[in-house]
């Protein structure tokens, strides 16, 4: 059983063969320059990705959904989805995203004022200063709390959904409060709501998120199937993209400080946090330079592979040097901080430009 609620580690292959989720590798070839997460093996699974790369290739109408769950500050593996979202956007695609402040008031215990005022400051004001565009005509934002027509399309969704079956999928026991049980329905009408009629009908929609999510995936197909005679849904399709890890060698979490640089953490702070980060380095400096590093498993190595190195060509280099042992973690910690105080020092600066516009979306 997957818990979207728990920060617990996940198993990519065994989630693979349990659940059903295939390799995106199986249609990279098929795509006109992927996303650098895709090429690099990020984004490592797929449920009918296939249904987006035709609607891509022939210009058809598709859709993203990308929750947020305001209960935290935004880490730096948060901006993995907002890069694919920009990239998805340019492909012309409709974006939507729910804000899940309902899911956070039933599951983190966020009230509704706190939810608003994160998603504001932290993740909105993050999505705009790293560049998704807030202002094209397909772009929709919104609160569930104060979305109407969400809320009703998952009251008639839990018509065909049982509690039977809400336990068997998240593991509800009967001190789980109804809130948080009802909440899947949420995310359920979140999701498929882009198909209704003013949206423009029955189209594509893909879902990228951690494997975590699955749960919330598997059942909006199922109800999507329950519900394709009177809505004509096509059920949606899902990526997975693995979990960055966090400083200490952990995943990075929002509720873990220590694990985290947090976007909003200013130059200073974030040289200051990969100083300390785990690395795949040997004990001693000699066993490195024979042996070499382990760049797999090294925090520093990861931060330049998802989010500080563009070039495939550098990133390449950069592994091998570690692996030959031609390169010690003391100084590829140097050149990574350096990159990462330049991403720092240009983000808070697009931050403060974007701190007033987000304060004008949810009005």
Known sequence: MIDPWSSAVIDYEKLREQFGIKPFADFLSDIDNPHPL????VIFGQRDYGRIVKAMREHKSFAVVTGMMPSGKMHIGHKMVVDQLIWYQKKGAQIFIPIADME???ARDVDFEESRKLAVTEYITNY?????????KDFHIYLQSENRKVQDLAYKLARKVNLSELKAIYGFSNSTNLAHVYV???????????????FGGPKPV????????????????????RFKSIYHFIPPSSTYHRFITGLTGDKMSSSKPKTAIFLSDSPEMALKKIKTAKTG??????????TGGSPE???????LL?????????LKEVYQECKMGNIMCGECKARTADKLEKFFQKLSHKREKARQQAESILQ
């Open 206 to 225: 893909v879902v990228p998120v951690g494997p975590d999510q699955d749960p919330h995936i598997r059942l909006t197909r199922d109800i999507a199937e």
């Open 297 to 303: 498993e090294c925090v520093v190595y990861e931060i």
């Open 128 to 136: 705009i200063a790293l560049g998704l565009d807030f202002e094209d």
């Open 281 to 290: 380095g040997k004990e001693t400096l000699e066993e490195q330079e024979q």
């Open 184 to 198: 899947p329905l949420i995310q359920v009408a979140d999701i498929l709501h882009p198909q209704l009629e003013e």
């Open 104 to 106: 956070s008031y039933s």
């Open 306 to 314: 998802y989010h500080l190195t563009p070039d495939d060509n550098e």
């Open 38 to 41: 895709m090429s690099r093996g």
